[in-house]
Antibody
Framework: EVQLVESGGTLVQPGGSLKLSCAASGFSVSGSAMHWVRQAPGKGLEWVGRLRSKGKRDATAIAASVKGRFNFTRDESENTFHLEMTSLKIEDTAVYYC??????WGRGTLVTVSS | QSVLIQPPSASGTPGQGVTISCSGSKSNVGANAVRWFQHLPGAAPKLFIHTDDQRPPGVPDRVSGSRSGTSASLAISGLQSEDEGDYYCGVWDDTLNAYVFGPGTKVTVL
């Protein structure tokens, strides 16, 4: 059974950095396209970006709103997918979901950017 | 501001049906397969329809999807109280080189 569990969400100051984790089970994160999607309070779903399966061309695609500040990494030994966020802004406050192929989703982790 | 257009709300009484539209352009709905996502209060988003009209396991056959030109639609018949929630269309945009979601449609069962 595919399961995804996000962690790492917390309160962080504007300009700060944070790393979110998505622990996967039931499949290999290196063998699937993995996505991050977020939902700001009272807003709809916003795609953050994706990392294709290992070896695929154009592996990374990222939303314009976070380009240059967010990055994705994979830890194959831990079967975990990460979202590395820097230069955080107040408008990055959201529940962050990871998803495999946009077909299997975790329950999300809350990131609050505030002073 | 989303590149996809959805109505903000749709409603019906139990047993009735609702249809939600998703309007896009040549670079997204006109070029790529559409997914629909159901997001119920307090739950993780759920893939509801993929590849325009395919239901994942567990999604009832009273749910259907379609795509024609630059528009797609999601239809739910025989409305039940558990259908209340937000529904989003999503599709890859070749110009933006990004996945885009519609703004979402809130379905209310009266």
């Amino acid at each position: 059974e595919v399961q995804l569990v996000e962690s790492g969400g917390t309160l962080v100051q504007p300009g700060g950095s944070l790393k979110l984790s998505c622990a996967a089970s039931g499949f290999s994160v290196s063998g699937s396209a993995m996505h991050w999607v977020r939902q700001a309070p009272g807003k709809g779903l916003e795609w953050v970006g994706r990392l294709r399966s290992k070896g695929k061309r154009d592996a990374t695609a990222i939303a314009a709103s976070v380009k240059g500040r967010f990055n994705f990494t994979r830890d194959e030994s831990e079967n975990t997918f990460h979202l590395e966020m820097t230069s955080l802004k107040i408008e990055d406050t959201a529940v962050y979901y990871c998803a495999r192929l946009l077909g299997w989703w975790g329950r999300g982790t809350l990131v609050t950017v505030s002073s | 501001q989303s590149v996809l257009i959805q109505p903000p709300s749709a409603s019906g009484t139990p047993g009735q049906g609702v249809t939600i539209s998703c309007s896009g352009s040549k670079s997204n709905v006109g070029a790529n397969a559409v997914r629909w996502f159901q997001h119920l209060p307090g739950a993780a988003p759920k893939l509801f329809i993929h590849t325009d009209d395919q239901r994942p396991p567990g999604v009832p056959d009273r749910v259907s999807g379609s795509r024609s030109g630059t528009s797609a639609s999601l239809a739910i018949s025989g409305l039940q109280s558990e259908d209340e929630g937000d529904y989003y269309c999503g599709v890859w945009d070749d110009t933006l080189n990004a996945y885009v979601f519609g703004p979402g449609t809130k379905v209310t069962v009266l």
